[in-house]
């Protein structure tokens, strides 16, 4: 089945201990990225990765790292959690190019909680 | 800056009224236009994309959305809500450079 998963799905965590939380996906996709959902305030783009060891910045960076050594995977490190990154995390992927590409497959989220 | 605005924070209807959601964008081209529905717990679905060509596009689940320039606007309909329909809706534009924007969304609301 063609997805995109997440793990851990729900993570409770304390304040400066680091964390990864990991995305994987089995569409041969080159396109990845990841988000945070927070009330009102919708889905905003926290990195995402054109391809292997291509990742750039979204709109909200700050406080997160990836990496991309795989096609198939793109973890998300929190290397200083803090409480404001509390939130719920998903990862997508996508086909790049033109016509039907980006359609995004979003995994099935993460819930971070950071005391 | 690229902006998308959905005006409606909370929608309610009625089971078998049409319903209509709003998004508009800002942007200087035509960008490539999406909406996506979250059922509650869960992740996003694709309803529909616009890419170019015909401005109305259909959908899954018997969703429509129709792309006005003129109004930068990409609003999305279904002539009847039915009770499953109830979740949140995002509408998203990726202005070809990868980097997706998502309105704040509506939270849908169906009344039997």
């Known amino acids: 089945e063609a997805q995109v998963t997440q793990n851990p799905r729900y993570l409770i965590t304390v304040t400066g201990k680091k964390l990864t939380v990991t995305c994987s996906q089995n569409?041969?996709?080159?396109?990845m990225s990841w988000y945070r959902q927070d009330p009102g305030l919708g889905l905003r783009q926290i990195y995402y990765s054109m391809n292997v060891e291509v990742t750039d910045k979204g709109d909200v960076p700050e406080g997160y790292k990836v990496s991309r050594k795989e096609k198939r995977n793109f973890p998300l490190i929190l290397e200083s959690p803090s409480p404001n990154q509390t939130s719920l995390y998903f990862c997508a992927s996508s086909l790049p190019g033109t016509g039907d590409y980006n359609e995004q497959f979003f995994g099935p989220g993460t819930r971070l909680t950071v005391l | 800056a690229q902006s998308v605005t959905q005006p409606d924070i909370h929608i309610t209807v009625s089971e078998g009224a049409s319903l209509e959601l709003r998004c508009n964008y800002s942007?200087?081209?035509?960008?490539?236009l999406f909406w996506y529905v979250q059922s509650p717990g869960q992740g996003l679905q694709l309803l529909l994309k616009?890419?170019?060509?015909?401005?109305l596009v259909q959908g899954i689940k018997g969703f429509e959305a129709e792309f006005k320039r003129s109004q930068s606007s990409f609003n999305l309909r279904k002539p009847s809500v039915h009770w499953s329909d109830a979740a949140e809706y995002f509408c998203a534009v990726d202005s070809g450079t990868y980097k997706y924007i998502f309105g704040t969304g509506t939270r849908l609301k169906v009344l039997a």
């Open positions: 569409m041969n996709h080159e396109y």
């Open positions: 942007y200087g081209a035509t960008p490539y």
């Open positions: 616009y890419f170019s060509g015909d401005t």
